[in-house]
Structure formats: structure tokens, C-alpha cells
């Protein structure tokens, strides 16, 4: 799309004067979200690294099993980012049916990963484990930063899928455009390159 | 607009696999049990160049306006900074309690 199109596309107000940034507005917007969602994961996992490095009877909880569940769950999300790519580019090559599939794909996958956090997160109650529960004695902190941390990074993921399903069913009914799943891909991509922090600092930092 | 300058599918099959490689480098990194501090850095250089790669092609922010990086992202790292070390809160981490 030229610049023109673009700002025609914009309304009223972008007819002065095109946006310096060559983006539609809901897109920009979403990049400011991202940022701010950013400084929010930085902050707690800072806090954690604060907490990790100064603690040095830290509990080290997890076991390869764990180990493997959370590449399980990083190859996942992995993927489903792959999988949001292929959508996108269908949807902007107007294949609907093609990129209608691949969505559902993206939506599965994240399904997928929330429900092997879910289980992981089950285990470690049936352990003792919780938010302020350390059945390894030590510092108590170690499980509100697991599960504010992970729970907080799961909740984007199971917001992403909602988020998702409504771009999928507004895109299919042609209420929605190419555009608008090309925005919500941003979200996508960012709650993986999250993970990318999460899993080595929540899980490898604590493997025994 | 990015959509003019989209890598291929086996560019992006190709960075897919980098970060599975990468996932494979930190978790071998991590049984080799090196001291807390090093494993924490090495673990943060490998997240940060997979989490720039991410940004750059799955995020497409290399194929944007070079305006749109330097308006998100120096701010960002910005913020970032001062509020670990300058802003009130940063302070507040000195009194964490860390025992139980």
C-alpha cells in the first residue's frame, strides 16, 4: 500500500498529513502497547534476576522432566509463530481460506502451550509448591516470582487466542481486513520473544 | 511498508530453526553448571540476540521506517534504565526481603 492510500485510508485527519512512521495507526498503537508490555515483563524479571542472584540458597526445583516439558512448550510457541507468519502472509495475498487455516493452527498451538503450563503448574501444587509456598525450605520468594512471572506470560498467551479467535471470525465475515491480522501478529510474536526471556530465567536458572 | 520487502518462507524456516538451536545451546550451557552469574549472562546474551532476531524479521521491524526503531525502542531502553537504577522503585529492591 503507497503512502497515499495510506493516509486516505486513515481518515480525516491523516488527509493533512501523512504519518511519519508509513503505518496505520492501529498498528503503531500497537507497537506502543508492546513497548509498555515490554517495561512490565522487564521490570518483574529484574526484580527476579535482583532476587536469583542474591539468594544463594535458591531453590532449584526443576528436573529434567521439567526441563523437557519447557522445551516442549518453547518448541510450541516457536511454532506457532511460524504458523502466524504463514497466516499473515496468506491473508495479505488474499487467501482467506489459507490464512483462516493457519490461524486456527496458531490458535491450536497456543492451546497447546497454555495447557502444558497448566499441567506443569498442577504438578507443582501436588509438590507443595504456590505462591508462597516452598516446600524445599529457603527463600519463599521463589514462587511469586514463578507463578506471577509464568502466570503473567500466560495470561497474555490465553489472551492472544481470544484475541486471535476474534481476528479470525471478524477477518473470515470480512468485518475485520488483512490489516488488522497483520496487527495482531505483533501481539503473537511479542508474547513469543517473551518466552525467550521466561523459559531460560524461570526454568534453566532453576534446573537442577 | 513491510509487506514490499517480506522475507521468504525459508528465511523464516531458517531463523525458526536458529531458535530452536539456540534453545538447544542454552540448555546445554545450563548442565554445565557454571556459576550462577555466568549462566545468568550467558542466558541473557543468547535471549537477547533471539528476542533482536525476533523483532527485527518475525516482527518485521527491519522492513519498517527506520523512525518506528528509534521512537520504540531507545525510549523503551530508556525507561528501562532509569527505572532500575535511578527512578524510586529501583531503590526499593534494596530492601527485598530475601530470606524467609
Given amino acids: 500500500m503507497s503512502d497515499s492510500e495510506l493516509t486516505i485510508g486513515a481518515g480525516h485527519g491523516a488527509l493533512l498529513e501523512a504519518s511519519p512512521y508509513g503505518l496505520q495507526s492501529k498498528k503503531l498503537a ?3 502497547f508492546i513497548a509498555s508490555d ?3 515483563f522487564t521490570a518483574a524479571l529484574v526484580v527476579y534476576g535482583f532476587l536469583r542472584i542474591g539468594s544463594p540458597d535458591w531453590p532449584r ?3 529434567w522432566p521439567s ?6 512448550m518453547t518448541f510450541v510457541l516457536l511454532s506457532s509463530s511460524l504458523t502466524m507468519l504463514v497466516a ?6 488474499s487467501q482467506k481460506s489459507k490464512a483462516i487455516r493457519w490461524l486456527g493452527f496458531t490458535m491450536l498451538l497456543g492451546v497447546i502451550f497454555a495447557a502444558l503450563h497448566l499441567r506443569e503448574w498442577f504438578h507443582m501444587f501436588g509438590e507443595g509448591w504456590g505462591l508462597h509456598k516452598n516446600p524445599m ?4 520468594d521463589f514462587g511469586a516470582a514463578f507463578f506471577s512471572i509464568t502466570g503473567l506470560h500466560l495470561l497474555h498467551v490465553i ?14 465475515t470480512n468485518w475485520l481486513d488483512d490489516n488488522h491480522v497483520e496487527t495482531t501478529s505483533l501481539y503473537w510474536h511479542f508474547v513469543d520473544v517473551v518466552w525467550m526471556f521466561v ?3 524461570m526454568y534453566l536458572m532453576n534446573a537442577r | 511498508m513491510a509487506t514490499d520487502h517480506d522475507p521468504s518462507m525459508a528465511t523464516y524456516l531458517g531463523i525458526w530453526v536458529g531458535f530452536l538451536a539456540i534453545v538447544g545451546i542454552e540448555v546445554a550451557v545450563t548442565y554445565r553448571h557454571p556459576a550462577t552469574k555466568d549462566l545468568l549472562a550467558i542466558l541473557l546474551i543468547l535471549a537477547f540476540i533471539e528476542a533482536g532476531i525476533g523483532l527485527l524479521y518475525f516482527m518485521h521491524m527491519k522492513y519498517e521506517r527506520k523512525i518506528l526503531f528509534w521512537t520504540v525502542v531507545p525510549i523503551t531502553l530508556f525507561v528501562l534504565f532509569m527505572m532500575d537504577h535511578f527512578w524510586a522503585d529501583a531503590f526499593r529492591m534494596f530492601n527485598l526481603r530475601l530470606t524467609q
Fill in chain 1, 199 to 201: 523459559f531460560p530465567l
Fill in chain 1, 137 to 140: 525450605g529457603g527463600p519463599l
Fill in chain 1, 30 to 32: 500497537m507497537w506502543l
Fill in chain 1, 67 to 72: 526441563i523437557v516439558n519447557g522445551l516442549v
Fill in chain 1, 38 to 40: 515490554a517495561v512490565t
Fill in chain 1, 159 to 172: 489472551s492472544g487466542v481470544v484475541a486471535l479467535l476474534v481476528i479470525t471470525i471478524g477477518y473470515k
Fill in chain 1, 61 to 63: 526445583p526443576f528436573e
Fill in chain 1, 88 to 93: 499473515v502472509r496468506a491473508a495479505k495475498a
